[in-house]
């Protein structure tokens, strides 16, 4: 199964993500985790996108979707399944990827689109922390760490990353209207949306998100 992930900052996709790896026995794609490692190999999309990074640069549409594409085309396990995790993010993203699945005769099969109001967001994002050693993530509220501002698994510091204000995830809820709104509105007219209502405790989206798709 083929599975596009839509949803607001502080959604939970990343949660969701990984409930669904495990229980579909998917591969998780994430641009963030492709950034980061084809950074730390110094490969030479690596190394083209630390250009954009290191300058405070947003990395082009076209060189994320020549990441994905490498990552799609490269890991076997693809051609088995995957959760497409923060990409597409603009309507020429969904366009592309459809695109380089078309040639890998592998087409999306379902895009689920997490829905949550911006009370949820806020509380969500503001109170969430983040180990500076291995990137577990941990909340204030939801899932603190078992010693205040320690990392359970690696002992590393928690920090609050300084766009998790009210401010900045007001600016970034607004942005993500405007650009996701398009591919909502793409994978619809093309009989691939679900829609779940990510207010609700991270078990009982997992629940209604398998549920959705099996049924």
Same mark, same amino acid.
């Given at each position: +199964? !083929?599975?596009?992930?839509?949803?607001?900052?502080?959604?939970?996709?990343?949660?969701?993500?990984?409930?669904?790896?495990? %229980?579909?026995?998917?591969?998780?794609?994430?641009?963030?985790?492709?950034?980061?490692?084809?950074?730390?190999?110094?490969?030479?999309?690596?190394?083209?996108?630390?250009?954009?990074?290191?300058?405070?640069?947003?990395?082009?549409?076209?060189?994320?979707?020549?990441?994905?594409?490498?990552?799609?085309? %490269?890991?076997?396990?693809?051609?088995?399944?995957?959760? +497409?995790?923060?990409?597409?993010?603009?309507?020429?993203?969904?366009?592309?990827?459809? !695109?380089?699945?078309?040639?890998?005769?592998?087409?999306?099969?379902?895009?689920?689109?997490?829905?949550?109001?911006?009370?949820?967001?806020?509380?969500?994002?503001?109170?969430?922390?983040?180990?500076?050693?291995?990137?577990?993530?941990?909340?204030?509220?939801?899932?603190?760490?078992?010693?205040?501002?320690?990392?359970?698994?690696?002992?590393?510091?928690?920090?609050?990353?300084?766009?998790?204000?009210?401010?900045?995830?007001?600016?970034? +809820?607004?942005?993500?209207?405007?650009?996701?709104?398009?591919?909502?509105?793409?994978? !619809?007219?093309?009989? !691939?949306?679900?829609?779940?209502?990510?207010?609700?405790?991270?078990?009982?989206?997992?629940?209604?998100?398998?549920? %959705?798709?099996?049924?």
């Amino acid at each position: +199964m !083929k599975i596009v992930l839509l949803g607001p900052p502080g959604a939970g996709k990343g949660t969701l993500a990984t409930a669904l790896k495990e %229980s579909l026995g998917l591969l998780h794609i994430s641009t963030g985790d492709i950034l980061r490692v084809e950074m730390k190999n110094n490969t030479p999309l690596g190394q083209e996108a630390k250009r954009y990074v290191e300058s405070g640069g947003l990395v082009p549409d076209e060189l994320v979707t020549r990441l994905i594409k490498n990552k799609l085309e %490269s890991d076997p396990k693809a051609k088995k399944g995957f959760l +497409m995790d923060g990409f597409p993010r603009t309507l020429k993203q969904a366009q592309d990827l459809d !695109k380089i699945l078309e040639e890998l005769k592998t087409p999306v099969d379902w895009t689920l689109c997490l829905e949550a109001s911006m009370s949820v967001v806020l509380q969500r994002l503001t109170g969430r922390r983040v180990c500076k050693n291995c990137g577990a993530l941990y909340h204030i509220k939801n899932m603190p760490s078992q010693k205040e501002g320690i990392c359970d698994k690696c002992g590393g510091n928690l920090y609050q990353r300084t766009d998790d204000n009210e401010a900045t995830i007001t600016n970034r +809820m607004k942005v993500y209207v405007e650009s996701t709104e398009p591919i909502i509105e793409y994978y !619809k007219s093309q009989g !691939k949306l679900k829609i779940l209502n990510a207010d609700q405790e991270a078990q009982a989206v997992k629940e209604i998100a398998l549920k %959705s798709l099996n049924g």
